[in-house]
């Protein structure tokens, strides 16, 4: 019992990683099931292989990489929502341990691919905010915060599930209050306008 809600807590983390950047957490989940740090899976084996590192880890450097340059990062938000839910999706399913697999389906459904997409609706909305209001010169900034969390979330995911699990749910109602005051800022301006 106590390994499934540990492979519970870890997914949860990695798909929160997963709603700043998409490869990052996929990329730290190879490499610790590489290394035999966390286990994979049976049907999720070959992404602990040296392969998917490798492959990983480019996906991973272009990502991160695409994001810094202006106007392409706002191309990306167009589909980071669907993709942050699909990665969520996987990389609980790949941790997800003994388990029936319909149970693991669904919490990687709502649990990973649901909070991947919150996360990522948010930063989405944050980026639009600050290209409207700084005509894309804070993106960076933005970026490089995201990338941090990402790679942050991962790493505290793997070393200690059930307190990123915790962080999660604090950075959740952050990201919900953020959210809301952004689009409230909007919504008062459409009003006044």
């Not at 996906?59 to 340059?69: D, F, G, N, P, W």
């Not at 319909?102 to 919150?118: E, H, Q, S, Y």
């Not at 700084?134 to 941090?148: D, H, K, L, M, Q």
């Amino acid at each position: 019992m106590f390994e499934i809600l540990l492979s519970i807590c870890l997914g949860i983390g990695l798909a929160a990683s997963a709603g700043f950047r998409v490869f990052i957490p996929l990329l730290f989940a190879s490499i610790a099931a590489y290394f035999e740090v966390i286990p994979l899976h049976e049907s999720w084996q070959w992404a602990g292989s040296l392969t998917a590192v490798i492959v990983l880890g480019v996906a991973a450097a272009v990502e991160l990489l695409a994001y810094y340059i202006p106007f392409v990062d706002n191309l990306l938000d167009t589909i980071s929502v669907p993709l942050a839910a699909i990665a969520g999706t996987v990389v609980m399913v790949s941790v997800a341990a003994n388990m029936n697999p319909v149970f693991t389906w669904t919490l990687a459904i709502i649990a990973g691919g649901g909070t991947a997409a919150a996360i990522s609706t948010t930063t989405s909305a944050a980026r639009a905010t600050s290209t409207a209001t700084t005509g894309g010169f804070g993106n960076p900034v933005i970026s490089t915060v995201e990338a941090g969390f990402s790679s942050v979330l991962s790493v505290l995911s793997i070393a200690f599930a059930p307190l990123a699990v915790i962080v999660v749910f604090f950075l959740l109602i952050g990201m919900r209050k953020l959210y809301n005051k952004l689009f409230k800022k909007k919504k008062d301006e459409v009003v006044v306008g």
